[in-house]
C-alpha cells in the first residue's frame, strides 16, 4: 500500500503568510514606537547635557552667556557667535573650544566669507550633542534662505536643532521697551537667552523652574527647514547691542542661535518677515517627535512641550520676567 504525502495546502499556506502578515503590521508600530521613544530619550539626555553646561557656565563667569553677539570684524553676524558656542568647554568640548578665533575669524561657511585659520575645525563637523537624533534632516544641508553655502570643495557650517528662548510676541505683561519690531521680525530681551546681553538666575524672576531656556528647532515647516542657524549654526547676530536699543521698526535686527516665540509649536506655516527665513526672528519651535517639542527650563529639568499648548501659556513660560503666573 501507498502511504499519503503530508504537506501544506494552498489554502493552509495563504492562511499563514496572511497571519504572519497580520502580526508584522501589529508589531511594526510597537517596534517604531520603541525606537522612537529611544531617540527621544537620547534628545531628552542632550538637553541635561545643555542644562548643566549653562549652569556651570553660570556658576564660572557669574551669568548665562550671551544669547547671541555680534562679532568685531567684517560680517559681524558670521563673525560672532551665539550660546551654543559658548559652552562648548561645558560640554566636554575643551579641545574643539580652544582652537577657536574669536578676533579675526568666521564661524560660518559662507562663500564670501568662509571659515578660515583655526576655525576650519567646524568646516563639516557635527556635535550629536547639538541634534536630536528623531530628526531625519541632514545638519550639513544649507537651508534655504541661508548663508552656510559653502565655496567649491569646501564643507558647510553644522545646522543645530536646538534654539534659545529670548522672549516672546506679544509680552505677555505688554511690555514695549524689550520686546520690539524689526525689519526682521519681532525680537524680545525677555528671555533666559537674549540677544546682544547676558542674563542672571536672578533675572529669572517667575522663577527658573517656570521659565523656557532651550526649545527644540528640528523639524520642517511645510516642506522647508526654517530654523535660526543664518549663517550656520555657531554664528551670532548682526548689531552688538540688545533689544532695549533697537530705535526703529525698520532696523535690520537679527540673531542666530536664538528665536523671540510667536506662533504656535509645529506650526506649519511660515510667515513673511517673522518666520519665512532663517535670518528672522519668530523661527517656529517643531520636532519630529509626535505631539510637541522637547525644552530646557532654567532650572535644568527637560520637559516635554505639546503642540497643543496654548500660546498665552507658552509665551509666559518663553518670558522669564513678566511677572504673571505660569499653569504649565
Known amino acids: 500500500m501507498r502511504s499519503g504525502r503530508h504537506a501544506f495546502t494552498l489554502v493552509e499556506l495563504l492562511v499563514v503568510i496572511a497571519i ?3 502580526l508584522i503590521a501589529l508589531l511594526l508600530p510597537a517596534v517604531q514606537q520603541a525606537r522612537e521613544a529611544a531617540r527621544r530619550m537620547q534628545c531628552s539626555n542632550n538637553f541635561k547635557q545643555m542644562g548643566l553646561a549653562l549652569h556651570n557656565y553660570h556658576d564660572t563667569f557669574g551669568s548665562f552667556p550671551y544669547g547671541s553677539r555680534a562679532g568685531t570684524v567684517s560680517y559681524p553676524n558670521l563673525s560672532g557667535v551665539n550660546w551654543r558656542t559658548s559652552i562648548l568647554p561645558f560640554l566636554e568640548q575643551n579641545a574643539l573650544f580652544d582652537q577657536l578665533d574669536f578676533e579675526t575669524g568666521s564661524f560660518s561657511g559662507y562663500s564670501n566669507f568662509p571659515f578660515a585659520g583655526s576655525n576650519l575645525v567646524l568646516e563639516g563637523l ?17 537651508a534655504p534662505g541661508g548663508l552656510n553655502n559653502p565655496a567649491d570643495g569646501d564643507k558647510a557650517g553644522m545646522m543645530h536643532h536646538y534654539v534659545g528662548i529670548a522672549g516672546a510676541y506679544p509680552d505677555p505683561a505688554g511690555r514695549t521697551d524689550v520686546v520690539k519690531q524689526t525689519s526682521r521680525g519681532y525680537a524680545a530681551g525677555t528671555g533666559m537667552l537674549r540677544p546682544g546681553q547676558v542674563t542672571k538666575f536672578r533675572d529669572a524672576t517667575d522663577g527658573t523652574s517656570n521659565s523656557l531656556a532651550v526649545a527644540e528647532q528640528s523639524g520642517m515647516v511645510g516642506n522647508e527647514v526654517i530654523a535660526a542657524n543664518y549663517g550656520g549654526g555657531w554664528t551670532g547676530q548682526l ?7 533697537i530705535s526703529s ?10 528665536s523671540t516665540v510667536r506662533w504656535q509649536i509645529n506650526y506649519d506655516t511660515k510667515t513673511s518677515s517673522s518666520s519665512s527665513q532663517p535670518y528672522e526672528n519668530n523661527t517656529i519651535l517643531n520636532s519630529f517627535h509626535p505631539g510637541g517639542i522637547l525644552g530646557l527650563l532654567g532650572d535644568g529639568s527637560t520637559r516635554f512641550i ?5 500660546m498665552e501659556t507658552l509665551r509666559r513660560l518663553s518670558a522669564c520676567d513678566d511677572g504673571l503666573t505660569n499653569s504649565f
Open 249 to 258: 521698526s525698520s532696523d535690520n535686527y537679527y540673531y542666530t542661535g536664538l
Open 126 to 142: 557635527v556635535f550629536d550633542g547639538y541634534i536630536c537624533p528623531s530628526s531625519p534632516i541632514d545638519p550639513l544641508i544649507a
Open 239 to 245: 548689531a552688538d547691542y540688545p533689544v532695549s536699543s
Open 306 to 310: 505639546p503642540e497643543t499648548i496654548d
Open 20 to 22: 504572519i502578515g497580520v
